[in-house]
């Protein structure tokens, strides 16, 4: 069964600060990787999708993420964050006809 | 007005009663599915459904059970509700074509005294 690990539950940063969170999967075959952010009270948002092709993705809000096959790693990155992006961040994997989230990384971004 | 839309919001509701959770979406997707997101847990997925005569469990489904009424429609019951079942739901729902890309509802937060 496909199982996705976010490496931290919390992260706390400083404004401009640089952001990585980790996402590691396990499942054999071909792979859809997502990263949703969920902002404070509200749903679930696809912050960006990797499907095929080169793997530096990039999404909204100058977010990216790299899917690295060797390692079954998707993380996700950004160079300065904002006090905007305190939010709730779940990477996701579609290995077969379901999405498997992982745990979430909740990021609290002082400022 | 939003593409995906349930309700209710927010439930109270005591041990033992029967609570429906509706879902209707605009968008056209065959593909729904009712989530629960619990903290730390991440969202676990409790059923799904591929069309309207397509019914599926999910990993966490006792305890629940689902009508698909119509394409837009798909609703979550909670035969007999209990505390631990307190959290917040989400629907949401996929286009045809299988990329795993979900589109998810505002979420009816539930609290089960």
């Known amino acids: 069964a496909q199982s996705v690990s976010q490496h931290n539950h919390h992260v706390i940063l400083s404004e401009a600060a640089s952001l990585e969170l980790g996402c590691n999967y396990s499942?054999?075959?071909?792979?859809?990787l997502f990263w949703y952010v969920q902002y404070p009270g509200q749903h679930l948002q696809l912050l960006l999708k990797y499907f095929s092709g080169d793997p530096l993705v990039k999404g909204i809000k100058g977010f990216e993420a790299e899917f690295i096959k060797s390692k079954f790693s998707f993380n996700l990155r950004k160079p300065s964050v904002q006090w905007s992006d305190t939010a709730e961040y779940f990477c996701?994997?579609?290995?077969?006809?379901?999405?498997?989230f992982g745990a979430g990384t909740i990021l609290r971004v002082k400022s | 007005d939003a593409d995906v839309t349930q309700t209710p919001r927010n439930r109270i509701t005591k041990t033992g009663k029967r609570i429906m959770l509706e879902c209707s979406q605009t968008?056209?997707?065959?593909?729904m599915y009712w989530y629960r997101q619990d903290p730390g847990l991440g969202l676990r997925l409790i059923y799904y459904?591929?069309?309207?005569?397509?019914?599926n469990k999910g990993e966490i489904s006792d305890g629940y059970s689902v009508s698909r009424q119509a394409q837009a429609k798909f609703s979550l019951s909670l035969e007999s509700a209990i505390p631990n079942q307190t959290a917040l739901y989400f629907c949401?729902?996929?286009?045809?074509?299988?990329?795993?890309?979900?589109?998810f509802g505002e979420g009816s937060r539930l609290t089960v005294l």
């Open positions: 996701a994997v579609n290995g077969g006809n379901k999405l498997v």
């Open positions: 968008k056209g997707h065959d593909r």
């Open positions: 499942y054999g075959g071909t792979v859809n």
């Open positions: 459904s591929f069309d309207v005569k397509d019914i």
């Open positions: 949401a729902t996929s286009p045809p074509k299988d990329t795993g890309e979900l589109f």
